[in-house]
Each structure stands twice: as C-alpha cells, then as structure tokens.
C-alpha cells in the first residue's frame, strides 16, 4: 500500500530563509533517511516556506486566490514522503524515523487506490 508521510515541524526554526547550519544538518539527514528507505520511496521533497504558498478556497461553488497556506498553525507542512510499505504498522514504523529537528509531527495518510 502506498503512505504520504506528510512533515510538519515551525519553519521559523531554520529561519526566514532556510539556509545555513541547521537546513543543512537537516537535508544530510534526509539524504541518509532516503537512502534507508530504498525502493521504499516512491517520492518526495522538502517544501518552500509558508510565503510562498499560494491556496485556492472554495465556497459555496466560488473559487478564491489566497496567499500563503489555508490553516494557520504553530507548525507548518514543511516537506513529504511518498513510500510503499505492507501496511499502516510498517508506515508506523517508517515514519518514527523520519528525522527532524526539534519538536514535529508526521501524519501518516494512505493514498487513494484506483
């Protein structure tokens, strides 16, 4: 079965532009994490900060432009994995090592089968 491991940690941790010391100890973990994944991973990328989001809202039938995410929140959708994995224990598993920094989530969504 195919799982979206969605990320969310404060972006504003790595701060406004997500560079230096802390994104690259970051992104090595990562790295490394997708190489134990194998063909475990289907997919994936880290994802720009929130200010350059950009939702549309529907209501009532009317679609509206939006800047930046739809939810505000303490934390923010900061990246995802796409993986296979034999069921939701496996993706449990997978999922409690997906590195992050400091205090984070990942939500663990399974795909819809055609």
Do not use: N
């Not at 969605?6 to 994490?33: C, N, Q, R, T, W």
């Not at 200010?51 to 900061?78: C, M, N, W, Y």
């Amino acid at each position: 079965m195919k799982y979206a491991l969605l990320i969310y940690e404060d972006e504003a941790f790595y701060g406004p532009d997500k560079s230096g010391s802390k994104i690259e100890e970051i992104v090595g973990k990562h790295m490394a994490f997708a190489q134990e994944l194998g063909a475990r991973r289907l997919g994936g990328a880290g994802l720009k900060s929130t200010p350059s989001a950009t939702t549309i809202r529907t209501s009532a039938g009317k679609k509206t432009v939006h800047d930046g995410p739809f939810a505000e929140a303490r934390e923010q959708l900061g990246g995802f994995y796409l993986i296979e994995a034999a069921d939701l224990d496996e993706a449990i598993a997978i999922a409690k090592k997906v590195p992050v920094l400091q205090d984070g989530a990942i939500e663990i969504r399974p795909l819809l089968q055609p």
